[in-house]
Structure formats: structure tokens, C-alpha cells
């Protein structure tokens, strides 16, 4: 139920207060599971390029990209403290010991002996404030709190990731170097970066210091943008009843929608072509000619895979044939790997150029996949949606209802997974914006228990970002090497060697 307050607080936040009931009703009634027909796998819905292809597609980019606006997206809100997971129960174990207890339990403890022994192969280790006598405790402390560094509060494009030619090097930083490499030869290097508020000044600060130096460095310009999650894309809590959950003062309690809520920042760049990336898949620059390659490989298709789809809808509206519809559901066919209705060539020429243009008239994705040899991540999929359409899509393990044997196999069946390493373009033939929330499937989201003040919660997530969010984007699936993937998931992986210099 809710309260006048309610209404003057959803409205005071900027949300609608339909889509507040619509939550609500959700919460009710659930998501449905994902259908998984098959996994996608080369040459039935993942395309793989030799390397003269690749080249040739990379080749194609630098020499087209000129033309475009082109702005490389970074999420990069989160904070780092999952990344140090490890650490913290490392330093409750700590507490209430002796110096002598704490060097007994270093020598018995793997994760201890694991950071410890390799404490000064870090990047951040110089940064580190030095304390004569400093206990194992204390070093947990100056790292991971405000006593010192921070970094367990810090998110990640702040933490030092790498060291190059003696430099130490952020993540953000890092992001930078790669967007210029993958740009130039060009006049501009556009890279925007979704963070949290009370981050701002310190990502302000780093590009204030670092930027004069990239532009002396390369040669171009640099145009590092911000933006928030925005908080009209928070979702309301409810208790375990699904009554919506109240905080110590009355009011709702609202929590952040997950990254699909970024779908909403997307939108609003002022770009025609997206590079998306998250924050913590980075290399050092020793080893980045490889990800820039693939990069500029994926950026290449889809450029090419653009001009194609809107030189068909020209010729579908303008000079509509039988063969212009063949060739348009070639394309579809063997290049998207479009699923057809089972009664498509039974239609007129006419109701099949209509869904042809439907299907093609859609912002565009091409996602990268690398080859699943245990990493986490979703993977690509043929999915059936709850109108009985079927088309590839990316699907996360919490989208598949853990007691349906066959939709298990299924999933664990993938040959790939995502690496969230995707180039978008969600400009129209017009040079218009597509309506991005048009292109969503809302059934995709997902609901989690969460605990506030020991009182159990239920909290919403909206459709993720490269899962329901672009469910009804043209999908193209690329296969990548999986040397592109580097991700910094706990502070260990900065030890591995695709993270030294």
C-alpha cells in the first residue's frame, strides 16, 4: 500500500510512479526462466575470421572510422571491495591477535602466504605508507582503509593495475591508452565512463593529471565524459511479504537497478558507434596490440555489417523485388543467423518484406566470444522468448531454473561465453536515435535477497545490460581469442602474467 508521502517521495526522485506499480507487480508474479533451444556455436551462430579475414575487417575499420563518432563505454562504477573479498576475511581473521599470533597464522593461512610473499610485485606497492614494524594487520589496514590507500572502497578504473617502462598504471589510465591505439590515426579519442558520485572528483583528478601527457603523447585530442546511474532507474525493495520495504524513518527503500539500468546512459551518448568494455577487462600495453586488433575486427563487422543492413532497407522500401527480399533474408540467415518463421516463404512478397524490415529496422551488436575454458560469464545462446520467437541471445546462469535438468545441460553444453566485449550502433539509417527501452525484453530481469539491518529484503534488477536490455537488437556473434580476456575479478589476478609488465 502505498501513502501519499509514497507518491510525493517516487515523484521527488523523478520516477514514475506506473513504473513503481509495475515493480511491484513483478515481485508478485516473478520472471520467467530463459528457454535455451541450443547453444550457438561456430558457424551456427558465431562467426569466426581467419587472420587474412581479420585483418582485411581491421583494415576496413581504420581506414572508415574517420567517418564516424565513435566513443569507447566503460562501466565503471562499482567498487573494488569483491575484488579484495579475500583480503577482508583475511584481516577479521587478524584482529584481536598478537604481532607474534599474526605471523603464526601468516605461516598456516593460504591466502596469507599467497599476498604476503608477493606483497611487492604489486603496482601499488610503493604507494603503500610506510610504517617501521607494521604488523600484517596494519599492512591489510593501509591497503584496504581509509588509514591508507582506501582500495577497499575505491572502485577499480582508480586502483593501480600495472606497471609500464617503471610507471605504475590505472585501470582508467590503461582505458585510455587502448582507445587511442584503436583510434589512431585520427584527430579525437572519445571515452566515457559510467561512475558513482561520491567517485567523481577522483576520476576528474587522475584525467586531469594523465590526459595533458596521452595528448602530447599521440597526438590527438582526448574527450573523457561522465555520467551517473541515474536514479529514476532504481527499483523499489519489498520485505518477504512483497510489501514494499521501509526504512527505520518510513520511507521506501530504493536500490540501484543492476548495469542494465546503464542502458538509460548509453542512450543519451551522442555517438553513432559504441566500443563497450568493463572496466576491469584490461592489459598492460605490452600486450594490447592483440585486444586492439580484435577490437578494431569486431568495430569492422560492424560497420560493414550496418552499411549492409541499411543499404537493404533502402532498397526493401524503394525498390522492393523478390530479389531484394532474397537477398535481405540471405543476410539475415547467413550472416545474423536469424531464425525464421516456419511459415515465412508461404507470405506474400509484400508481409515478407514488412517482417524484413522489422527484423533489420533494430540497433545493432557485435559481441565478441571467447572460447569457454571455465571462465564465469554468460554464453550465447538460440533463446525462444515467451511469444515463441527464437533468436540469439546472451544468458546468464541465474536466468536458468537450476531444477530443469535439460535447460542445465544446455548451459553447460556453451562452447563460449562473454567477455562483455561489444561494439553497438543505435543510430537509424535517418541518423536517428533508435528508442533503446523499445528494443528491451522486460521479462528478463531478475530478483535477489538482500539483508538491510538483519531484515531480509527483496530487491529487483532490471534487465541486464548486454542480456534483456539488447534482446531485440540484430545480434552478431564473433569469435575472439581468449588472450582478449584479462579480467581482474580479486587482487591475486593482478599477479597473473597477462597483468605484468
Avoid at 584481516?91 to 605461516?107: I, N, T
Avoid at 610504517?131 to 599492512?139: C, G, I, M, N, Q
Avoid at 551517473?228 to 540501484?256: H, S, W, Y
Avoid at 544446455?410 to 541518423?431: E, M, Q, W, Y
Wanted: proline share 5%; with cysteine.
Amino acid at each position: 500500500m502505498l501513502f501519499r508521502e509514497d507518491i510525493d517521495q517516487i515523484r521527488d526522485r523523478g520516477s514514475d510512479l506506473r513504473t513503481l506499480e509495475k515493480q511491484l507487480e513483478r515481485f508478485q508474479k516473478g520472471f520467467p526462466y530463459a528457454r535455451l533451444k541450443a547453444p550457438a556455436s561456430v558457424g551456427n551462430g558465431i562467426s569466426a575470421f581467419t587472420d587474412t579475414e581479420k585483418k582485411e575487417i581491421a583494415d576496413y575499420f581504420d581506414t572508415s572510422k574517420r567517418a564516424y563518432n565513435i566513443c569507447r563505454f566503460v562501466p565503471a562504477s562499482g567498487a573494488a571491495t569483491r575484488m579484495f573479498k579475500d583480503l577482508f576475511a583475511l584481516r577479521s581473521a587478524l584482529e584481536g591477535k598478537s604481532v607474534e599470533e599474526q605471523q603464526s597464522f601468516l605461516l598456516s593461512d593460504a591466502t596469507a602466504k599467497q599476498f604476503f610473499n608477493d606483497l611487492d610485485r604489486y603496482p601499488f606497492y610503493a604507494d603503500l605508507p610506510a610504517e617501521e614494524h607494521a604488523s600484517p594487520l596494519d599492512v591489510l589496514d593501509l591497503l584496504l582503509t581509509q588509514k591508507g590507500l582506501d582500495y577497499g572502497m575505491l572502485p577499480k578504473g582508480l586502483l593501480k593495475f600495472h606497471t609500464h617502462k617503471g610507471r605504475t598504471r590505472t585501470a582508467f589510465e590503461e582505458h585510455l591508452h587502448e582507445a587511442a591505439h584503436i583510434m589512431l590515426p585520427g584527430k579525437t579519442v572519445k571515452v566515457h565512463f559510467t561512475v558513482s558520485e561520491e567517485h567523481l572528483d577522483g576520476f576528474k583528478s587522475l584525467e586531469k593529471k594523465i590526459v595533458p601527457k596521452l595528448r602530447e603523447q599521440y597526438g590527438v585530442r582526448f574527450v573523457v565524459s561522465y555520467s551517473f546511474q541515474k536514479k529514476e532507474t532504481d527499483t523499489i525493495a519489498v520485505d518477504m511479504t512483497n510489501a514494499p520495504f521501509r526504512d527505520e524513518q518510513g520511507a521506501l527503500v530504493f536500490r540501484p537497478g543492476g548495469h542494465g539500468a546503464l542502458l538509460q546512459n548509453l542512450w543519451d551518448i551522442d555517438s553513432e558507434v559504441l566500443l563497450i568494455n568493463n572496466i576491469d577487462n584490461v592489459s598492460p600495453e605490452r600486450t594490447s596490440a592483440n585486444r586492439v586488433l580484435h577490437k578494431k575486427v569486431l568495430a569492422g563487422t560492424l560497420l560493414q555489417a550496418r552499411e549492409k543492413v541499411f543499404g537493404l532497407l533502402d532498397q526493401l522500401e524503394d525498390t522492393l523485388s523478390e530479389e531484394v527480399a532474397d537477398a535481405a533474408a540471405r543476410w539475415l540467415r547467413e550472416v545474423a543467423f536469424t531464425v525464421f518463421p516456419d511459415d515465412f516463404s508461404q507470405k506474400s512478397l509484400p508481409e515478407r518484406a514488412a517482417w524484413l524490415r522489422e527484423v533489420l529496422d533494430r540497433p545493432l551488436r557485435v559481441c565478441g566470444m571467447v572460447r569457454n575454458e571455465g571462465e564465469p560469464g554468460g554464453g550465447p545462446f538460440y533463446v525462444e522468448d515467451t511469444q515463441g520467437n527464437t533468436a540469439l541471445q546472451i544468458v546468464e546462469s541465474s536466468q536458468v531454473d537450476p531444477d530443469d535438468a535439460t535447460q542445465q545441460e544446455l548451459f553447460r553444453k556453451a562452447s563460449h561465453f562473454n567477455p562483455v566485449d561489444i561494439v553497438c550502433s543505435t543510430i537509424d539509417r535517418h541518423g536517428k536515435k533508435y528508442r533503446l527501452p523499445e528494443f528491451t525484453d522486460e521479462e528478463t530481469g531478475f530478483i535477489s535477497k538482500k539483508s538491510v539491518r538483519g531484515k531480509e529484503l527483496k530487491a529487483l534488477e532490471l534487465p541486464g545490460l548486454w542480456n534483456g536490455s539488447m534482446a531485440r537488437w540484430i545480434t552478431l556473434f564473433v569469435e575472439v581469442p581468449g588472450s582478449t580476456f584479462t579480467p581482474v575479478k580479486t587482487i591475486f589476478d593482478l599477479l597473473r602474467e597477462d597483468h605484468r609488465e
